[in-house]
């Protein structure tokens, strides 16, 4: 296929590009700087200079007719303090970039006939114990509202003819990016903390598995296909946050003898406490409707293969 990524030099983007060019597709990405990417992404790869929310030429519109659109660029969600101006560009970066690039591929003969856009289980916000299904509502906090808005930029292609899939992940895991390296420091030193009261649902994903659902989605093809729309991009297993906390402080083999309670972390970190205190229940129900077998079931099975 030929396929347009963005994000492709992050850390889900690069090792799903890789394996995009190992499996013959041909692959643009749109990047901010061409020779920064140049030197970590497969030659094969064609690089388009793109700023989020910026139009992109009209010559390289023309050029070429892309089936599939991949769209993961956005700015992290991880960097903290959440200011105005942080929301803003959080913001900017997802909503506003996605309306802009079909804006600009509706230039195209054809439109993509699919497009896979990242997005998050916070759209469910806050679901305290409950367990979320892929139509549940969205929440009321600013990452519910962050999600909902960049999932209906996204489903607008859907006008262009596009099936459109929103992938939720949850929390991807691997070793070398993410939120899990900085989470793990001080497990390693048996300083690891229970946040708030622990309860609160911690989906994830191992990256693997996130790489592996959009490469199925790219090969799903039937009248009637199973995924489209929200599709959770989590692992069959939510555990609490309590019980992940426990299970990477076994990989370790150090104790959990700590709580964070939710009052500190909101006075020291304002809105963004709701990253480590709100979570989610979630089940991969369209995925796995769809076939999809995923190789990492449950948080313990997954660690183990990432820090061993």
Request: hydrophobic share 45%.
């Amino acid at each position: 296929m030929r396929i347009l990524i963005t994000g492709a030099t992050g850390f889900l983007g690069r090792p799903l590009t890789e394996n995009l060019c190992a499996q013959g597709h041909e692959v643009t990405a749109l990047v901010r700087h061409p020779p920064s990417a140049q030197a970590l992404l497969p030659q094969a790869v064609r690089l388009q200079a793109w700023r989020a929310g910026h139009t992109l030429a009209a010559g390289f519109i023309a050029s070429a007719d892309y089936e599939a659109v991949i769209h993961l660029a956005g700015a992290s969600i991880g960097q903290w303090p959440w200011n105005s101006r942080r929301r803003r560009l959080l913001w900017d970066s997802r909503v506003a970039a996605t309306e802009t690039l079909i804006g600009d591929l509706a230039g195209q003969k054809v439109f993509p006939r699919l497009w896979i856009n990242a997005s998050g289980m916070g759209y469910h916000g806050d679901a305290g114990n409950r367990r979320v299904t892929e139509d549940g509502p969205c929440g009321g906090d600013f990452l519910a509202g962050l999600a909902k808005a960049w999932e209906d930029a996204a489903l607008s292609a859907r006008g262009h003819g596009a099936r459109v899939i929103c992938l939720r992940f949850g929390m991807i895991l691997d070793r070398d990016g993410g939120a899990l390296p900085a989470m793990a420091k001080p497990f390693r030193l048996g300083l690891g903390a229970r946040l708030g009261s622990g309860r609160q649902g911690q989906p994830w994903i191992h990256r693997e598995d996130a790489i592996g659902l959009i490469l199925f989605a790219l090969r799903e093809d039937s009248p009637f296909p199973a995924l489209t729309g929200p599709v959770h991009a989590v692992a069959p297993t939510t555990p609490s946050q309590a019980a992940f906390a426990e299970a990477l402080a076994r990989e370790f083999k150090r104790p959990l003898l700590f709580r964070a309670p939710a009052w500190a972390l909101r006075l020291s970190l304002g809105r963004f406490a709701d990253l480590l205190l709100h979570g989610q229940y979630g089940e991969p129900a369209k995925a796995q409707a769809a076939g999809y077998v995923f190789r990492f079931g449950d948080a313990p099975s997954a660690l183990r293969d990432i820090f061993a």
